[in-house]
């Protein structure tokens, strides 16, 4: 580096007092919005491109309605067999598809940017795989309705990242303990929902692929109408600590000092982001690496700085929709949309786990 | 002139665990004046600038930021006055360098507001007071480590705070770069009348940079006040259990300390 004389009378002069001064200004406000234009830019695209897949899925299928007619379903009105193929098979699905991507986008890159690691995602380190395996055995064993199945997947999960919090804590928390401690305890729960299954009588293959790898097949409103609602309380309350969130990115200290209440955003972000995963898996099932590609794919798009919250539930919304409209019609037979993601996601985890081994890496 | 703000540290009592490391410290840090703390490895003057700026509570005695408890303000308006340089600091992968300094903003913005002009126009301020105007709009992972923390000053530059604690601010700097992080902060001190309270690990640089340099020595203040009076070989000699000799340094005319070892010493 030069030797740069530094300025002894800059750090008095108030720069709005003459022109050079304002145009230094000038400039970084314009860097700033640059970087802001490009986030929105990104975000508009995503939006538009969720809601026309939104639209196409509710369109393509075995029968293929017009728009014209997917209008009138959607408005209410009774039109012939797509009231019943739109309005009551491809409509949940759909929605749920959204709700559950943005669910997982969100949670995902919240435990990520919290972590300071894209190996930390909740279906990695065994949050989802905890909210799972209690609604299948709430469902499978228990026979419980929706509403309680959801509160019990999200007891599950809150008890799981206490869990793997309390067993990597010493001292203060490292990411690769808690990495590793939350996969040896996903893999546990895994095996847990495999006996359940297996030991129900009457479960059937539909049932399985869903706790397994994560599906929408039969989505129904009762399904979807806890998610939705988790999403309007939970998803509010985490993107109010969106900055909060990112200023602790600096670490703990900096961001302390920058006047963020570390422990307290930290217990909201993590109740808030295990709530909405949990509540989307007792709907679809873990949708496998959903949570763990979205905040890494938004972050190429929007580039560095600035919250990933919003561009990342999009992103998990965008990739459940089109995972799930692939699965159902783009090959031979019917695949669940987990099985898309899944196959989609574990390549991303082998590159990262090669990379992070050779530079340490973080997000 | 800024605004004339107290820090004063009363029977402070801060530890770890079952380890007591600070145990009844009193400090007063001079309002406008440099004042660094030197101490042997592990003596608590990182807990002590940790405690100082509200990072740890403390287990006794409290520390006053005009005569209030650090410890009872909201974080939030604490930060507007008093900041904090930790020791390792760190940048998010890919951030530029003047979103990085723009985080210095947060106390004062609030959880939706809008970035207004007065947040850039600081942030314009501290990148000319570091000169680094012209790596703005580079990315941090790719500057040197001079220039790194050049940009981290620069973020606590940007949080316009009247007391600025920073913890070794010169480590992993070659010894150019040390001193023009020392001339930096000397020239905040002296244009704005920052209070400014660091730790660091050269005695001799600290000697001359302080106004009021501050030994710490078995949890408590071992002496404190100008260089010539506190760095004397007797205090090298508790405070780090090392034989020493002090002269003038001949270019600042402050104490300049040459440590005496087991080998390489004359008759």
């Known amino acids: ?363 | 002139m800024t605004e004339q703000h107290t820090l004063v540290v009363e029977r402070l009592v801060l530890g770890y665990g079952d380890r007591v490391v600070i145990d009844g410290l009193d400090l007063v840090i001079p309002t406008g004046r440099i004042t660094a703390i030197v101490g042997a490895n592990a003596c608590g003057k990182s807990t002590l600038l940790r405690s100082m700026s509200r990072l740890l509570t403390p287990r006794g005695g409290s520390v006053l930021l005009d005569g209030k408890q650090i410890h009872k303000m909201p974080p939030k308006q604490l930060a507007q006055t008093l900041g904090l340089l930790p020791q390792s600091p760190i940048a998010p992968e890919g951030i530029t360098v003047s979103d990085l300094v723009g985080r210095g903003r947060h106390p004062h913005q609030g959880i939706f507001s809008r970035w207004s002009t007065d947040d850039d126009a600081a942030v314009a301020a501290a990148l000319e007071a570091t000169g680094i105007l012209d790596l703005a709009e580079r990315s941090v992972d790719e500057l040197s480590g001079g220039q790194r923390q050049r940009v981290w000053i620069a973020m606590a530059l940007a949080q316009q705070t009247d007391l600025l604690l920073l913890d070794e601010p010169t480590t992993f700097l070659d010894v150019n770069h040390q001193v023009e992080v020392l001339d930096l902060l000397t020239d905040l001190n002296r244009a704005r009348g920052t209070t400014v309270v660091m730790v660091l690990h050269d005695l001799n640089l600290a000697a001359r940079y302080a106004d009021n340099l501050v030994a710490i020595a078995d949890g408590a203040v071992h002496a404190a006040g100008p260089a010539a009076e506190v760095l004397t070989e007797d205090c090298v000699r508790a405070v780090f259990g090392l034989d020493s000799r002090v002269i003038v340094d001949p270019t600042s005319g402050a104490p300049l300390m040459l440590p005496i070892g087991k080998h390489h010493v004359q008759a």
């Open chain 1, 1 to 363: 580096m030069t030797s740069n004389a530094l300025r002894p009378s800059s750090p008095t002069s108030d720069l709005t007092s003459d022109a050079a001064g304002r145009r230094l200004v000038d400039e970084v406000a314009r860097n700033r919005i640059r970087r802001g234009r490009r986030r929105r830019t990104v975000m508009i695209v995503l939006a538009a491109a969720v809601a026309a897949v939104f639209l196409v899925s509710l369109m393509v299928g075995q029968t293929f309605y017009s728009p014209l007619d997917v209008w009138h379903v959607l408005l209410g009105e009774q039109v012939p067999g797509a009231s019943f193929t739109v309005g009551r098979l491809r409509l949940p699905r759909a929605t749920l598809a959204i709700a559950a991507g943005l669910c997982f986008g969100l949670g995902g890159v919240t435990f990520q940017t919290m972590l300071r690691n894209p190996l930390a995602s909740p279906d990695i380190i065994g949050i989802s795989a905890g909210a799972s395996a209690a609604a299948a055995f709430a469902i499978v064993t228990l026979s419980l309705d929706d509403a309680e199945v959801s509160a019990f997947a999200i007891v599950a999960g809150l008890v799981v990242a206490l869990v793997v919090y309390g067993l990597s804590y010493r001292g203060g928390v490292a990411g690769t303990r808690l990495i590793l401690i939350g996969i040896g305890v996903a893999a546990m729960l895994e095996s847990l929902t495999t006996w359940v299954l297996s030991g129900a009588a009457q479960w059937d293959l539909q049932e399985a692929t869903r706790w397994l790898t994560g599906s929408l097949n039969g989505a129904s409103w009762p399904q979807v109408i806890p998610v939705l609602i988790a999403l309007a309380v939970l998803g509010p309350v985490l993107l109010s600590r969106s900055r909060d969130l990112s200023t602790t990115q600096l670490g703990d200290d900096t961001a302390a000092a920058l006047g963020v209440r570390v422990n307290v955003t930290r217990l909201v972000v993590i109740v808030t982001a295990v709530g909405l995963i949990s509540f989307a898996t007792a709907a679809a099932g873990p949708i496998a690496f959903v949570a763990f590609l979205s905040g890494p794919i938004a972050a190429r798009l929007v580039g560095p700085g600035g919250s990933l919250l919003i561009p990342s539930a999009l992103v998990g919304a965008l990739l459940v929709l089109v995972a799930d409209f692939a699965g159902q019609y783009a090959f031979g037979s019917r695949f669940p949309v987990g099985v898309v993601t899944g196959v989609l996601g574990a390549p991303y985890l082998i590159w990262l786990i090669i990379r992070s081994n050779r530079s340490g890496g973080s997000l």
